[in-house]
């Protein structure tokens, strides 16, 4: 599509504006855009990098579990390629697979704040492929649960547990054996 504006170059930027119900579609060119004041840019772009560094906040002082202050962990250097936190920070990536571990004391409460609270990735599975893997893994977590129902001698709310995981186990095996045929 090309330009409203300038119509020589494509229309990058769509906006939609919507008033009293009347809706008013502009398609534009970047250029067309900052002269028409549609947006305005800073001197540079603004890069993933700056995102991430932003959203992290890797320069508010902060002090660890241990006591460590900011500065502290910033002269760590990881033992397999010698990257320093201020350069992992500069960069916006890690040297090697050891630099997690040596920087993990930083890096954790980075994820815990990005992905709401949760530091290990567990994945996705589609319903329709992995409904055994669903099972197995409701089957784990009342097998946790049963676990934990025994040490507390709640025996009473333990059967019904152990009831449900047998249940289980046979829906697990009737699909693998539907699976099979």
Same mark, same amino acid.
């Given at each position: 599509?090309?330009?409203?504006?300038?119509?020589?170059? @494509?229309?990058?930027? %769509?906006?939609?504006? &919507?008033?009293?119900?009347?809706?008013?579609?502009? !398609?534009?060119?970047? &250029?067309?855009?900052? +002269?028409?004041? $549609?947006?305005? $840019?800073?001197? @540079?772009? $603004?890069?993933? !990098?700056?995102?991430?560094? #932003?959203?992290?906040?890797?320069?508010? *002082?902060?002090?660890?579990?241990? #006591?460590?202050?900011?500065?502290?962990?910033?002269?760590?250097?990881? *033992?397999?390629?010698?990257?320093?936190?201020?350069?992992?920070?500069?960069?916006?990536?890690?040297?090697?697979?050891?630099?997690?571990?040596?920087?993990?004391?930083?890096?954790?409460?980075? /994820?815990?704040?990005? !992905?709401? #609270?949760?530091? +290990? !990735?567990?994945?996705?599975? *589609?319903?329709?492929?992995?409904?055994?893997? %669903? /099972?197995?893994?409701?089957? @784990? =977590? $009342?097998?946790?649960?049963?676990?934990? /129902?025994?040490?507390?001698? =709640?025996?009473?709310?333990? =059967?019904?547990?152990?009831?449900?995981?047998?249940?289980? @186990?046979? +829906?697990?095996?009737?699909?693998? =054996?539907?699976?099979?045929?």
């Amino acid at each position: 599509m090309k330009c409203q504006e300038c119509h020589k170059r @494509e229309a990058t930027l %769509h906006f939609t504006q &919507v008033i009293h119900g009347n809706k008013l579609e502009v !398609h534009v060119c970047e &250029v067309c855009a900052k +002269k028409k004041g $549609y947006m305005t $840019y800073p001197e @540079e772009a $603004y890069t993933l !990098h700056d995102l991430l560094t #932003g959203l992290f906040n890797v320069d508010s *002082p902060q002090v660890n579990s241990q #006591g460590a202050s900011l500065s502290q962990i910033q002269r760590v250097r990881c *033992p397999k390629c010698d990257l320093s936190f201020s350069e992992f920070k500069r960069i916006g990536k890690f040297g090697c697979a050891t630099c997690y571990q040596t920087f993990s004391e930083r890096i954790d409460p980075i /994820l815990r704040r990005v !992905h709401s #609270g949760n530091t +290990k !990735h567990i994945g996705k599975i *589609p319903k329709r492929k992995g409904s055994n893997l %669903h /099972l197995k893994k409701q089957v @784990e =977590a $009342y097998r946790s649960e049963l676990h934990s /129902l025994i040490e507390n001698e =709640a025996f009473e709310k333990a =059967a019904i547990v152990r009831d449900k995981i047998k249940e289980l @186990e046979s +829906k697990i095996q009737d699909k693998e =054996a539907g699976d099979q045929t």
